[in-house]
């Protein structure tokens, strides 16, 4: 470890240590990159994303409840249909003539179930397949759901309620990332085959299988978004930094963390997931189209290459801007990108910056291609040098030039 990054650590736990945060200071810092060690990015994170107060002596109390509140949705949402409480905490089978498989009741048990498993049956497909290119997803978590793994007659293992629905695979209505209105497709791999998501053995759980929970309870909660495809690609990194923490006590409940953070996130960024909303001031529309005008401000020989191309931005940028670029690049790319957009004190301004910065550093390029060159390059970002301080350092710059 370099001197340089020993006093970059420093820095951190020297802020972090306080009793009142230092907000302004703290986002500086990480705007710049935040250490790894001593699970220090993984409390900034909590911190940035509004999931810890800046007053120190408040997050014991408020990890304690969250955690608790996060348990209390696995009992309520996790649990089978047809299973009732009774006294003392004994469950019994509850099938009633009020209440059945058949019961045509929209307000039926039964009836919730099985129209949420049209949702689960796309989430389930999309988490088996997050990051193909990195196994972290594959392997077993320390710690499996103890609620599921103790009382399995009870709650619910979701893939085991995929492979036993009768239910015809659907298009979520809300299925707006797979871009069927526009011309760039999610980016798919298939670097590991879809067999080698299999469960594990009893007793066992993937990572994989923990997003899944996290995204089925988030849509259980959020009934008027539900889950919309590409929201697998939010919530992985950001489980991937929680249940990587190097200290065991916080990484213990890396699910629990991870489902806060991961929808206060997308409180700020759920409008670009809401196709409703699209040609809204506040829509995913208005976001694309300022891409374009920031870049005319920068680089207008670029910009009318694009134009008389007749490369528009829905072509690329959409799934650059929802996905706050998790697709584009692997995942500690990713991470880093986020510690920058994470400390973002106007929320994602920068990001903007960012995805001018990646179409200014491959201008020569995009200058002297035609149509297909071009939207093979935006589709399939050429990383410079391998990693992803150039664009980070150029979209500082046009960000400092304002």
Sequence with gaps: MSSLHKTKIAKFQSILSEAHINLPVLRELCFSG???????????????????????????????????????????????P???????????????????????NPDSRWNTYFKDNEVLLQIDKDVRRLCPDFSFFLNPTEY????????????????????????????VAQNRSGLTYVSSPLKTSTSYPLNEYDPLPN??????????????????LNPGIAYVQGMNEIVGPIYYTFATNPNSLWKEHAEADTFFCFTNLMAEIRDNFIKSLDDSQCG???????????LKEEDEELYLKLQEQNIKPQFFAFRWLTLLLSQEFVLPDVIRIWDSLFADEKRFDFLLRVLCAMLILIRGQLLEGDFTTNMRLLQDYPLSDGDVLPILKKAKELQDSK
């Design 203 to 220: 007793g066992c759980e993937a990572h994989w299988e923990v997003v899944e929970r996290i995204l089925f309870i988030y849509a259980k």
């Design 34 to 80: 935040i250490p790894f060690e001593g699970g220090i990015r993984c409390l900034c994170w909590k911190i940035l994303l509004n999931y810890l107060p800046a007053e120190r002596s408040l997050w014991d109390s408020v990890l304690e409840k969250q955690r608790e509140t996060y348990a209390h949705f696995l009992k309520e949402m996790m649990i089978r």
């Design 144 to 171: 499996p759901c103890r609620l599921i793994m103790d009382h399995q007659n009870e709650y619910e293992t979701l893939w085991k309620r995929v492979e036993q629905t009768t239910l015809k695979s659907q298009t």
């Design 82 to 104: 047809g299973i009732a409480k009774v006294k003392f905490g004994i469950s019994r089978e509850d099938v009633t003539l009020e209440d059945h498989p058949l019961n045509p």
């Design 284 to 294: 995913i529309t208005s976001k694309m189209e300022k891409v374009y005008s920031t």
